[in-house]
């Protein structure tokens, strides 16, 4: 397999694309192959491969357990190994995100279908988050580090869909550490005020989408794009008016490993409370449950 396919790499930071393969005819050899270029490109594209559903699925589960998305409904297909999404003039994920990040264990890893694309606009961004870690100072690495965050399902309606995660990770293949903090699905730093928090989250989160980490992809129709949510974020550009529908099967399972453990308690308001305290309610609520899943536990 080496020897026939072609990987053209896309920019510095992330990204390759790969001919000389059919995605519908992969078998458990070239699904290894593949994911050694995923580790090394963190995000692939196959153009041309105009995959039906059954393959799409059957592609996916040589990297794991599938399931479809928790809170958006299928336009189309009732597949439930399938996420479909179909937009026009709007609809898009049009922040920086790492998918589902609001589960304890969120993606592995995605698999996208183009089914349809506009001629013009739609296109995709990919941010490599090792990157947007090694790149911060060294003091910032270190606070990082220490830090956890909670992230929720507010953009689906669901804010009560919440859990922590540590802001740098570790990947358990590369053991490499990312950034893991986004402006989609990320509320709030677990061990700092509200306003230290918003400083702080607001940079990390701006800081992740800086162009030097970046790669830029325009669809086709039939284009397959593979990629890593451990260590990247993604964005689509909310500027097409013709109706873009993708397909995507999401690889489950994964629960982040912190770089280390927190160094600091949760944040908690402990005295004169006022008016300004509506902003630690999630967090506050989050905690309790946890310590009265605790407290049952012990029962």
Sequence with gaps: MSQTLEVVRLSSALG????????GEVGPIEADAIQSLLTEHLVLFFPEQHIGIEEHVAFGRHFGTLEGHPNLRNPFSDQPEIFELAASRGGVADE???DITFQPEPSILAILNMVKCPEVGGDTLWS??????DELSAPLQELCEGLTALHD?????????????????VHPITRRKSLFVNEHFT???????????????GYLTRWASNPRFTVRYRWSKGTVAMWDNRCTQHFVLNDFDEERI????TVMGDRPEAASPPRWPPYLRTRNPGATSRHDQQLNKLLG???KSLESNKK
């Excluded at 390759?16 to 995605?23: H, K, P, T």
């Excluded at 509320?187 to 989250?201: C, G, N, Q």
């Excluded at 993708?246 to 099967?249: G, H, M, P």
């Design 96 to 98: 920086w995100h790492s």
């Design 128 to 133: 490599n988050m090792y990157r947007a870690y």
């Design 289 to 291: 449950s946890r310590a």
């Design 246 to 249: 993708i397909q995507r099967v």
């Design 16 to 23: 390759a694309e790969v001919r000389g393969i059919s995605l």
């Design 187 to 201: 509320r709030r730093i677990v061990e700092l005020s509200r306003e230290e928090s918003d400083v702080l989250l």
């Design 153 to 169: 399902a507010a953009p689906h309606g669901k804010p009560e869909e919440m859990t922590t995660h540590p802001v740098v990770r």
